[in-house]
């Protein structure tokens, strides 16, 4: 198979990158471009640990090919924090203790991050909602629900 370029602006910065065909954004991102924050968890779109930002759009970029993503903006977790300074999502989850072993964080933050921009005061059961594509193996998920709406509130 042969390499085609596609064009992606990631976190601000436009990328010029050959991918195969059959690469997926998050192959993409993690092994051509060295972001290497969005884990693969289950390959299969259903654990979350992938999730980035598309285009406005939380998306599980296991599942998107990179062709796909041509022309398109893509928001993963080194892009939230800038000019040394932590996203308020990200300094949430470090102030209520949403985070232990950390793999399934990144895909937490940015389904917050989407929840976030789409509504600035949800309720719990909002949270619950935007987050029930991700899971977290380690935690009861109060703390993570916890900083999400301390996050709101940041914001907010």
Same mark, same amino acid.
């Given at each position: @198979? ?7 602006? +990631?976190?601000?910065?436009?990328? #010029? ?7 997926? !954004? ?8 060295? !972001?290497?924050?969005?884990? #693969?968890? /289950? ?6 640990? /992938? ?6 759009? !939380? ?11 041509? *022309?398109?903006?893509? !928001?993963?977790? #080194? ?6 300074? &932590? ?10 203790? %949403?985070?232990?072993? %950390?793999? $399934?964080?990144? *895909? @937490? +933050?940015?389904?917050?991050?989407? &929840? &976030? ?11 619950? &909602? *935007? ?6 193996? $380690?935690? *009861? ?11 709101? #509130?940041?914001? %907010?």
């Amino acid at each position: @198979m042969s390499k085609q370029t596609i064009h992606i602006k +990631i976190n601000g910065q436009p990328q #010029e990158v050959a991918v195969e065909p059959h690469w997926t !954004l998050l192959e993409t991102v993690r092994e051509q471009l060295a !972001l290497t924050g969005s884990k #693969e968890g /289950c390959g299969t779109g259903d654990c979350g640990a /992938c999730s980035m930002i598309v285009d406005g759009k !939380l998306i599980t970029s296991c599942l998107m090919l990179a062709p796909e993503a041509d *022309g398109s903006e893509v !928001l993963t977790i #080194e892009g939230l924090a800038r000019n040394g300074e &932590l996203h308020p999502v990200q300094q949430s989850f470090i102030e209520a203790g %949403g985070v232990q072993c %950390g793999f $399934c964080t990144p *895909g @937490m +933050i940015m389904a917050t991050k989407a &929840l &976030l921009d789409r509504n600035s005061r949800p309720t719990l059961e909002d949270v619950r &909602l *935007g987050l029930a594509g991700n899971l977290c193996r $380690c935690t *009861g998920y109060a703390k993570i629900y916890e900083a999400v709406l301390a996050a709101a #509130e940041r914001i %907010g």
